[in-house]
């Protein structure tokens, strides 16, 4: 009897370890420095996650990423029930229930399609899948560039036959066709998750514009409802018209994309402005019922696509307009000007105002500022920063977050305008070889674990507990399954408690690690 019983358990557990060896992939570590890790993909072989499969009731599934090394390593645990808890212990609180997420992303910009299409059909694939497959991130939000923009290699957009107010010479390009598109297609196609595609302008055609150029101060010639700002609102419906052709589908667009920086003497790229007031003009008169007269009229709608220090005043100059109110979904934010605006200030008197108007994070990335190095292979800083981002605008009621470019090269390109930053993925196109920083799992941590539908919960700290490092944020899943984030950014170790009606975890947090907790309740 035991003889047959050990056999049995030995078989159940051989399935085990399989089913983990199939599933999950380990880090193939390279340094650029200490602590510098990034983890290598090439044709031949790329690190993967698990589909997230979770216990029974009573265990719970950690994955934790650290500078000294985890990437997205999981490990199971179960809920106690004893009398001795940690001094921090953090209490689900579901009575407490706040935004529901729309999802995680980034841009398929033409940069970031140059760079994934730069490498072997094989590497393609892995880094594809790296971001939207069940083995990967499982991201469902991608902003799309209409036409170019400081990620291009050269300035274009779809009308740029001067005076076609008809737009009869509309046409997409070959980064549409060629580029960006087929990554769409093949993203969709690997994605267990919908897919939610938004579009954004950088540019109206020059001959639109008071300054005659793609770049530097400008805004839309005549006034709302005159036939320029006519032709720009019917270039949007064009640009859907012409994707659905090719089996892609928008769920949303922004209005523009930084709309500010058009008011700016000599911007140096591609740039459309608008004032508050006059996208609030041009929504009601002509994009809202260009959008509305069209078969796009479910395609949600965002203003701003801005910095945040715009907010509340950008949304009550819009929204309390009721002609252009009734046209508006959501309220875009960009988060590099954000240390000079506060999100207590921004964002959420802008919630409590307009509690029904979602607010989402349409654009981030690092090395952007003149003190910051475009790219630093492996730094787990950078990785900290989104993730302290994205807590702070889950915390405080933002619906998602959409990272800039999926990929870039050693250089933080290309870049038309030479504006080089830093990504989550970083391609060697000569090498056939991409490299996986840390941002990219930190990314990870939000995106696999909070779907669409997911609804922000309390998670209650005592009174009387000392200041903590940890930030951490929870979430109740469609499936009923809780997720928990904790963020420590400190290099001390944190012993902490999670509380919830099943039991008590009693849980480290490593110095330098972000780490997601889930359970069935």
């Not at 193939?28 to 690190?47: E, L, T």
Request: net charge neutral.
């Amino acid at each position: 009897m035991w003889g047959r019983g050990a056999a049995v358990l030995c078989w159940l557990l051989l399935l085990r370890a399989l089913r983990g060896a199939a599933g999950a992939r380990p880090c193939s570590p390279k340094f650029f420095g200490r602590d510098a890790m990034v983890c290598v993909c090439s044709a031949a072989y790329c690190d993967a996650v698990e589909p997230v499969v979770l216990p029974g009731a009573g265990g719970f599934v950690t994955y934790e990423s650290s500078k000294a090394g985890k990437r997205l390593q999981r490990s199971e645990g179960t809920f106690r029930h004893s009398l001795s808890a940690p001094d921090l212990v953090l209490t689900l609180d579901t009575t407490q229930r706040f935004q529901k997420i729309k999802g995680f992303g980034a841009s398929i910009t033409d940069a970031a399609a140059i760079n994934v299409l730069s490498l072997p059909a094989a590497a393609q694939d892995h880094l594809l899948r790296s971001y939207f497959s069940e083995e990967g991130l499982q991201y469902n939000l991608v902003r799309v560039p209409m036409a170019s923009c400081d990620f291009s290699l050269h300035t274009y957009t779809y009308a740029d036959v001067p005076d076609d107010f008809e737009l009869r010479h509309f046409a997409l390009r070959d980064e549409d066709t060629k580029l960006k598109i087929p990554l769409l297609r093949r993203a969709i196609a690997m994605a267990k998750r919908p897919l939610s595609i938004y579009g954004s302008p950088w540019t109206a055609p020059a001959w639109m514009k008071t300054s005659g150029s793609f770049v530097g101060k400008g805004t839309l010639k005549g006034r709302a409802g005159g036939k320029y700002h006519r032709a720009w609102a019917n270039y949007f419906v064009r640009f859907l018209d012409e994707y659905a052709k090719h089996n892609v589908t928008f769920w949303a667009v922004t209005a523009e994309n930084e709309p500010t920086a058009g008011l700016i003497n000599n911007y140096p790229f591609q740039c459309l402005g608008f004032t508050a007031e006059q996208q609030r003009d041009f929504i009601a008169r002509d994009l809202g019922p260009a959008l509305a007269n069209s078969s796009h009229r479910d395609v949600r709608l965002i203003i701003l696509d801005d910095n945040r220090l715009h907010l509340p005043h950008w949304a009550k100059v819009v929204l309390e307009d009721e002609q252009a109110a009734r046209y508006v979904h959501g309220i875009g934010i960009h988060w590099y000007l954000d240390f000079i605006g506060p999100i207590q200030d921004t964002v959420v008197p802008t919630h409590e105002l307009y509690p029904d108007v979602f607010i989402l994070a349409t654009e981030a990335s690092v090395g952007s500022h003149f003190w910051e190095r475009d790219v630093i292979l492996g730094c787990w800083e950078r990785g900290n920063q989104y993730s302290h981002s994205i807590l702070t605008n889950l915390n405080n009621h933002v619906t998602g977050w959409t990272d800039w470019n999926l990929a870039l090269d050693l250089e933080g390109g290309p870049s038309w305008v030479k504006n080089y930053v830093d990504s989550p993925i970083i391609v060697d196109g000569s090498q056939g070889v991409f490299y996986k920083q840390p941002m990219f799992y930190h990314m990870g941590h939000f995106s696999k674990f909070i779907p669409e539908g997911s609804q922000r919960v309390g998670l209650i700290a005592p009174k009387k507990s000392k200041k903590t490092p940890l930030e951490y944020t929870a979430f109740l899943r469609p499936d009923g399954a809780a997720v928990v984030v904790v963020l420590n950014r400190s290099p001390q170790n944190v012993t902490f408690g999670l509380a919830d009606t099943v039991g008590l975890i009693q849980a480290v947090s490593p110095a330098n690690s972000i780490q997601t907790y889930v359970w069935r309740r």
